[in-house]
């Protein structure tokens, strides 16, 4: 492996590369010295770089297993493309690519160690799909709440061509954000440009689904609501909070790391690399979380897996196709599941978001 002697001193400081102006802090991109602290981690706790290896693996395996079948299932599955798949798939493609850039960190770092610009995909990535993760979980929890408190207000702000504006905008937004930060110089980054970031990027979207969580759990207090107004505002409540959990979990620490660092610019070089490769674990861990909201955003997102998994073990069962054509002639319900999940998947896309 080749020796960390050339770029210790660099490490040094990049523990505080996002924080006060520092003259001692030599001028170079800021991804170069996040690109540092995976080798000085390896080099000062080797046991922990191992550890969150492991972690890292299995976040990819389980996050490709899951955003692979979610996005076979809105893109293929769902014949309803309304705003709230529209946001869910580009989020989906946002894990995806995290999940897939975690083998490519493992892989630049064993194979170029010491090649600052060959970690540069690897970087950009993960902060341009943590920015897109946070705004794309914000506008699905927007959409939710426009589509079950005020349906009729904000009917034409619901449209799908409005939302792929909204998801390139985002994509570009993110992009543009995320190469003018790590393209700074790292001894001039001053405080006020990571406490924006910080709070357009964290701090607000929090804001917005706190409210909206608040305004729906007063909306499910109003009297006289039906027996399916009443479930589709629980389903977008249990999204909210569900989002809500993610932020608390995925991405407090970083920024939370982040803003540490700027107050108080002589934190512990140790402590403060531990918090960040932490931080930067946990951040990532939300690709394995997200699919969870992703059952609450249509009503047959879960009954198309259920129909999926059913024909698989079916293919299995002796008899099963003779037992369900069977029971076809009971009724117009069992009609539908007679003719195979794929009848039951399209029925099921018909109906109305919940």
């Not at 770089?49 to 299932?73: K, S, T």
């Not at 293929?76 to 309304?82: D, E, I, L, N, P």
């Not at 798939?89 to 999940?99: A, C, I, K, S, W």
């Not at 406490?195 to 909306?219: D, H, K, N, Q």
């Amino acid at each position: 492996m080749p020796s960390l002697s050339p770029v210790r001193p660099l490490a040094l400081v990049a523990h505080n590369a996002t924080g006060r102006p520092n003259s001692s802090v030599p001028e170079m991109p800021l991804f170069h010295l996040f690109a540092l602290l995976d080798e000085e981690l390896h080099a000062g706790f080797p046991g922990l770089w191992l550890a969150l290896m492991a972690v890292h693996g299995a976040i990819f395996l389980v996050g490709l297993v899951l955003n692979g079948l979610a996005l076979y299932v809105f893109c293929c599955r769902t014949q309803a493309k309304t705003p709230s798949v529209t946001y869910t798939v580009n989020l989906v493609v946002t894990d995806l690519l995290v999940g897939l850039s975690l083998p490519v960190r493992f892989t630049i770092f064993y194979s170029a160690q010491g090649c600052l610009r060959c970690a540069f995909p690897h970087i950009f990535g993960y902060f341009l799909n943590m920015h897109c993760s946070i705004l794309f979980l914000t506008c699905i929890c927007v959409d939710r709440y426009l589509a079950i408190v005020q349906p009729d207000g904000c009917r034409r702000w619901r449209q799908p061509a409005c939302a792929k504006a909204v998801c390139i905008f985002v994509w570009l937004a993110a992009g543009a954000v995320t190469l003018s930060v790590l393209g700074m110089a790292a001894g001039g980054v001053p405080c006020c440009r990571v406490f924006t970031l910080t709070v357009f990027e964290f701090l607000l979207p929090l804001l917005v689904i706190s409210v909206f969580t608040g305004r729906i759990v007063c909306a499910l207090s109003r009297p006289g609501l039906l027996r399916q107004g009443h479930q589709r505002r629980v389903r977008a409540m249990q999204l909210l909070l569900t989002v809500l959990v993610i932020f608390l979990i995925c991405f407090t620490p970083f920024h939370a790391r982040q803003v540490a660092v700027v107050l108080w610019p002589g934190l512990p070089r140790r402590a403060s690399l531990v918090a960040y490769h932490v931080a930067v674990t946990l951040s990532s861990l939300n690709s394995c979380m997200d699919p969870i909201v992703y059952c609450f955003v249509t009503s047959s997102f879960q009954a198309t897996l259920r129909s999926l998994f059913r024909r698989h073990s079916a293919d299995y069962e002796p008899g099963s196709g003779e037992a369900v054509a069977h029971k076809g002639f009971k009724g117009s319900s069992h009609h539908i599941l007679s003719t195979g999940p794929r009848a039951l998947t399209q029925a099921l896309a018909k109906e109305p978001e919940a």
